[in-house]
């Protein structure tokens, strides 16, 4: 474990998260993921709630190259990047005969998504549903994926709502591992772009999104970012304080 910003990060490579997911689903317990970017780190500063979710989940991945190069930097340990799309197609690869339940987006991203999982890997999809609901119908959404007696479920909300619902209803779901998925499933239905592979590779699909939407992102870059790169320059002043001292 290394700890960065108040949060504390399992390096962990996409084999031994999903062999944990298999546990996960023999156990019969309910487990939830999250993936950490540098916006989330951010906003975990200042959202105590949000931190304490993000040091509950039974898994945390990196998400995002900026995420693996300071782990990398600070700590000198090896994650892979691995976000809620990569849990799909990894999870859909292995156990498509797992229980699958996809909750998010508007209808027609969702039913695009669950047609692409089941022609593409014959995933075994018990349950679906829009992430437009009211508060008076969580009973009944909750009870919908429980009755369905599902092993995994993708939930396709922003951050910090799927944060939010992973934790809030963590003593009421009984899926066996829960995934915030962020936009994957606009991807998948093709209303938004992931960026090419080599521009994953070189830490740019940021920039990548941002050219996509950049009156949505600008803000999000331009402020998150300078805050993120002044937690890394403190984060790393603390560590070569802690190293002076012990020396």
């Not at 429980?146 to 479920?153: M, R």
Request: aromatic share 14%.
């Amino acid at each position: 474990m290394v700890t960065f910003a108040n949060i504390n990060v399992y390096p962990i490579t996409l084999q031994e998260s999903i062999s944990k997911v298999e546990g996960y689903v023999k156990s019969n317990r309910y487990h939830y993921q999250i993936s950490l970017n540098a916006g989330k780190i951010v906003e975990a500063q200042k959202d105590e709630k949000l931190l304490k979710i993000i040091n509950s989940a039974d898994i945390l991945n990196a998400d995002g190259m900026p995420i693996k190069v300071i782990i990398q930097f600070l700590f000198g340990r090896h994650t892979d990047r691995l976000g809620g799309l990569d849990y799909m197609d990894g999870l859909a690869l292995k156990y498509p005969e797992y229980k699958y339940y996809f909750l998010g987006s508007t209808e027609d991203v969702v039913l695009k998504t669950v047609n692409h999982y089941r022609s593409k890997y014959n995933m075994n999809i018990v349950g679906w549903r829009n992430g437009f609901f009211k508060k008076n119908e969580l009973v009944d959404l909750i009870n919908d994926i429980n009755q369905k007696e599902t092993d995994i479920l993708f939930v396709a909300m922003g951050t910090p709502a799927k944060e939010y619902f992973l934790y809030d209803n963590k003593e009421l779901l009984k899926c066996k591992f829960a995934v915030g998925v962020g936009g994957a499933f606009n991807i998948i239905a093709g209303v938004s772009k992931r960026a090419p592979y080599w521009v994953q590779k070189i830490g740019m699909e940021w920039f990548y999104r941002f050219i996509q939407e950049p009156r949505r992102m600008w803000y999000r870059y331009l402020v998150g970012n300078s805050k993120f790169i002044w937690l890394v320059i403190k984060e790393n002043i603390k560590n070569h304080t802690k190293i002076d001292k012990y020396n």
